[in-house]
């Protein structure tokens, strides 16, 4: 009798840890801010992740390893983290080179043009200094984060730094009609859309955004380990992605179709790098879209070339990993080709 007590009281406890964990589950996936808040508070502290003020001071000068920068420039009034730095090779900034722009990861959640991705193990920053030194005028922009704004907001802020840009090019002695567009995680998700936007009208419309330059303008793309295919992405990324979407994992088919913009690939996409490891399905799903239509790409697999797994966002450990500076230069060599077409 009191085996079959003791018996029951387990099966009893049991249960209430199942419900418990249930109930747990579907709370956090309906509201992944709770999780996501909880990395955010330990990167931010007590700070907004998303200001309508610089997170750093304005700077104009040289750096130390002689390129020269423009820091803190304001593109937009109408939303948080409006703001973007201009990174010439020296300080001579009236040599005509081609225009990139880079938009960093984050999850949506963290990130920043100086800090990189928090959820890469590689200093983005490093990355972007190597790109100015090849030949190229960076433009580094930032954008608003959850849980205060969500997608397409950074869409539509990527739109207005390029407008911003181009409205201002003889000030800042930039080459608006030789563009190249490169972003990683997060910012190779507002890449790749963008693409999209820039050549089918139907999903720029979806969107509601009308670009902000033509799309013979923009010579390359350069979409670093991005997470598109959503309806295949494991638990955690769909929390971070759920979360910049709608607030929650469970996304419509609807959602997906705006998000997910390999559905909209059309023979008009621009020429494409791509860069795989942690979301290297993804790219590889990407690839092949861009392949039935014949538009021109070149993936890079580390995993399929070398057997080797590399980590998020790879190539920025160039200045310390042969496979990453092959990756590199091998960036380097499709846009130095697609520019000088």
């Not at 990174?87 to 100086?114: A, C, M, Q, W």
């Not at 490093?126 to 580094?140: E, P, R, T």
């Not at 769909?238 to 979360?243: D, F, R, S």
Request: glycine content about 8%.
């Amino acid at each position: 009798m009191k085996k079959n007590k003791i018996l029951k009281f387990l099966g009893w406890f049991i249960g209430i840890l199942l419900c418990m964990g249930m109930v747990g589950y579907i709370t956090v996936t309906n509201n992944p801010q709770l999780v996501v808040g909880i990395i955010q508070k330990g990167i931010y502290k007590e700070a907004n992740p998303s200001s309508f003020e610089p997170l750093n001071e304005a700077y104009k000068g040289l750096k130390e390893n002689g390129q020269y920068l423009i820091s803190e420039i304001k593109y937009s009034e109408e939303y948080p983290n409006s703001y973007l730095d201009i990174i010439y090779t020296d300080n001579n900034t009236e040599v005509d080179r081609p225009t990139l722009f880079y938009f960093h990861g984050g999850g949506f959640f963290g990130g920043s043009k100086n800090m990189g991705d928090p959820l890469a193990e590689s200093e983005a920053t490093y990355l972007i200094d190597d790109i100015v030194a090849k030949g190229y005028n960076v433009v580094n922009v930032d954008y608003a984060l959850v849980p205060d704004y969500h997608f397409p907001t950074p869409l539509v802020q990527m739109n207005q730094a390029i407008a911003y840009i181009k409205q201002h090019a003889k000030e800042y002695n930039l080459n608006v009609n030789n563009v190249v567009l490169m972003g990683s995680s997060a910012g190779g998700i507002m890449t790749s859309q963008y693409g999209s936007i820039l050549t089918n009208e139907h999903y720029a419309s979806l969107l509601g955004i009308v670009p902000s330059i033509e799309k013979d303008k923009v010579k390359a793309l350069v979409i670093d380990d991005a997470p598109l295919d959503y309806k295949n992405f494991p638990l955690g990324t769909k929390m971070l992605v759920g979360n910049y979407v709608s607030g929650s994992i469970y996304l419509s088919d609807d959602e997906i179709k705006k998000y997910n913009n390999i559905y909209h690939i059309t023979s008009e996409y621009p020429a494409t790098f791509l860069l795989g490891s942690e979301y290297r399905k993804d790219m590889l799903t990407l690839h092949e879209a861009l392949e039935k239509v014949d538009v021109e790409n070149e993936l890079v697999d580390p995993l399929v070339e070398y057997g080797i797994e590399k980590q998020h966002g790879f190539v920025a450990n160039l200045r310390n990993d042969e496979i990453s500076m092959k990756a590199f230069h091998r960036l380097i060599d499709f846009i130095n080709n697609e520019t000088k077409k």
